[in-house]
Nanobody, 120 residues
Framework: QVQLVESGGGLVQAGGSLRLSCAAS????????MGWYRQAPGKQRELVAA???????MYADSVKGRFTISRDNNRNTVYLQMDSLKPEDTAVFYC??????????????WGQGTQVTVSS
């Protein structure tokens, strides 16, 4: 079993910042790719940012230049620094991790989600 625990969401005014974190624990040998997704009410879940085990990153065009994804491999944690937040960023944010178990099976795991609300 692997658990991903998210934290850092909340309510901020437009232009403000939040830092999300997602810590993985359980039967983990190595975490490969990690990513952040978001889902606004009535919309599909979309990929916001991703980072590989080697540190390569990618971002959705809508957040490029405002969000920064990073990871701490020693702590099995991925972060999402969100700056210059806009009301349209309001959504539930989910982290995802591709985990290699000690038995060398690979599976994707999701966090429980954390609410980010940006007021105008």
């Amino acid at each position: 079993q692997v658990q991903l625990v998210e934290s850092g969401g909340g309510l901020v005014q437009a232009g403000g910042s939040l830092r999300l974190s997602c810590a993985a624990s359980g039967s983990i040998f190595r975490i490969n790719d990690m990513g952040w997704y978001r889902q606004a009410p009535g919309k599909q879940r979309e990929l916001v940012a991703a980072i590989t085990s080697g540190g390569s990153t990618m971002y959705a065009d809508s957040v490029k230049g405002r969000f920064t994804i990073s990871r701490d491999n020693n702590r099995n944690t991925v972060y999402l620094q969100m700056d210059s937040l806009k009301p349209e960023d309001t959504a539930v944010f989910y982290c995802k991790a591709r985990v290699l178990s000690p038995y060398f099976s690979s599976n994707d795991y999701w966090g429980q989600g954390t609410q980010v609300t940006v007021s105008s």
